[in-house]
């Protein structure tokens, strides 16, 4: 089992370097070192950062060695320093960095390969190394959507998603009411927030069996979706109207064609294709103009692991085999969505489809603590962020991981939030008939 453990932790750690290599070399140093957004880091503090998080946790806790670079902590504490500000700070240089990080790994390949997985929740299963390839590949992500707002030729590459054999499907299925499993307590790498395990009572509801599309949200908008004071929550209302919005992030109409930019490319709107980079509040107005509602959180997970047959929560939608790319679209091995139905082995028992992969998808709940919730190993993974100020995203998109995604794994963001790889899909009460009109705040 220890050697099983040390491979998995190896591999998982050894992908979002790959990852980070490639996310870091394919621009120069002056793109490295630019902040290409407010909203965003330098990718060169992201590189750095990862190698300090690293240092932090696995070679002086883990490996109960000295300090490495104990002087650049602060400089790469994301608690001090907002991220509109890290540009103005005396960071490492690109070549510096590199070497940085580089080091820090090659220390801790030693250290994994001499850690025996026990003696405490940091070692057991691992947990410390996967609490920091998980970490490693949010900040892939992260870095991915700075590449998308970054201005420029193309820097990115990736095959597009296959093509599947999708055929007629329901629009959305019902999901009987009654107790399910939520979160976990045997999931080895979950985080903290996805844990305890809890029963959660659901009332039966009626989900939709794919994301919402981009030709579906095109229907909102060309309705005058964005000038309807009646759809729109009022702080959203207030949102677009301050700063013009009046499609997803990316998007712009050219006479009767509307056409997005992705990662330096521009094209049409593909109408199949899960909508992406739309707000909470965007997501929220669809649903309320479609006469639906966003998913609770606790019905998204219940939609994506409650299995109604035998009772028991799965660790994905398919069943507790690890994701496969014929499950799901993940990894960044594609730089998009695939169309709206895709991946019919990945679909849940009760046929829903993408619920793991493609979009992160907007839920209407805010992001809380389960009952039982203790904090581990830091206050600030989640605890400083629980409370009505954030929404919960499930599911995983495209640009995250498989090691940093599951049924259970729990994403969160301010409602405003359009720059991430976000979507939804909707859902009703199992007594209101279809498209009835909920009306607005």
Known sequence: MTDQLRSLALDALTRARDRTAALTSCVDDRDLTAQHSPLMSPLVWDLAHIGNQEEQWLLRQVGKGEALRPEIDSLYDAFEHPRA?????????????RIYASDVRGRVLDILERTAFEGGPLLDA????????????????TMLITHQLRKGPPALSAPEPPAHDIGPLPREVLVPGGAFTMGTSTEPWALDNERPAHRRIVPAFHIDTTPVTCGEYQAFIEDGGYHERRWWAAEGWDQIR????????FWRREGGTWLRRRFGVTEEVPPDEPVLHVSWYEADAYARWAGRRLPTEAEWEKAARHDPHTGRARRYPWGDADPTEAHANLGQRH??????GSYPQGASPLGVRQLIGDVWEWTSSDFLPYPGFAAFPYREYSEVFFGSEHKVLRGGSFAVDPVACRGTFRNWDLPVRRQIFSGFRTARDAQQPAGTDVGGL
């Open 126 to 141: 691992g947990f410390a190394f996967g609490m920091i390839a998980q970490h490693e590949q949010q900040h892939d992500e």
């Open 242 to 249: 301050q700063h013009d919005i009046g499609a997803p992030l």
């Open 335 to 340: 730089l998009r969505p695939a169309p709206a």
């Open 85 to 97: 500000a890290r540009p103005s700070l005396p960071l490492l240089a690109p070549a510096e960095a």
